[in-house]
């Protein structure tokens, strides 16, 4: 996937490039609301905070964290949004929220001790919000194959199949990857386990090994 290519963007800055107060945030979160529902599923808006001098806490609680809240309830399907920023301080703020919600998203941003490199591209991914080492971990190893299976992932992890499958489950709660049910086995459904920066190809012919 190239990023600079990506269909889906949305501008924060097209509101100014100081935006401080929560009444601002909230008035302009239909104008977002509107960029994600034209979002294809399985797919994800990237939220570009270029531009911006402030970004308050108030203002990104209602553009950003609030309809973030609402995908990972499930009211915009198999959609999710990634912040893409300059530089990580911008969203220090946005991260506070993030974490008073429980809620973690990825963001894209300059190299740093904290970031890794996004496969395909230059740019370089870490973590804005609450996630533990071990999720990091197993979301780190998604990221780098693109795509996988809970079953393969657990032995690159080294890690017990249930582990795996609590930890995927998370991830996939938050909106953090995206899971795709390619058959059953016995009872149970199987899933490939995506990237949210996989091609769309990879998401239409997924491998069908067991999760």
């Keep these: 996937m190239t ?3 990506y269909p889906f963007q949305f501008e924060i800055a097209q ?3 100081r935006l401080g107060t929560r009444l601002e945030g909230r008035t302009a979160r239909e ?9 294809r599923e399985p797919g994800f808006l990237l939220v570009s905070l270029a531009g911006l001098d402030v970004l308050s806490g108030s203002f990104s609680d209602e553009i950003i964290a609030i309809p973030y809240a609402r995908i990972c309830a499930g009211e915009y399907g ?3 949004m990634v912040i893409d ?3 990580i301080e911008i969203a220090d703020d946005l991260a506070h929220k993030l974490e008073r919600r429980g809620l973690a998203m990825i963001i894209l941003t300059s190299a740093s001790m904290h970031t890794q490199s996004l496969p395909g591209s230059d740019r370089e ?3 804005l919000g609450p996630l533990a080492a071990p999720m990091r971990e197993t979301l780190n190893r998604i990221v780098a194959l693109g795509r996988t299976s809970a079953g393969q992932l657990a032995v690159d992890l080294g890690i017990q199949h249930n582990t795996c499958l609590h930890r995927v489950n998370r991830l996939a709660a938050l909106r953090l990857i995206h899971r795709r049910r390619v058959g059953a086995a016995g009872p149970y459904s199987t899933y490939a ?3 949210l ?3 769309q190809d990879d998401h239409e012919s997924v491998s069908s090994r067991p999760a």
């Design 85 to 87: 920023s300059p530089n």
């Design 78 to 80: 198999n959609r999710s």
């Design 197 to 199: 920066f996989s091609d």
């Design 31 to 39: 104008a977002l609301l509107r960029a994600l529902r034209a979002v």
């Design 125 to 127: 991914w870490t973590v």
């Design 193 to 195: 386990l995506l990237s």
């Design 15 to 17: 509101f100014g490039t």
């Design 3 to 5: 990023i600079d290519r």
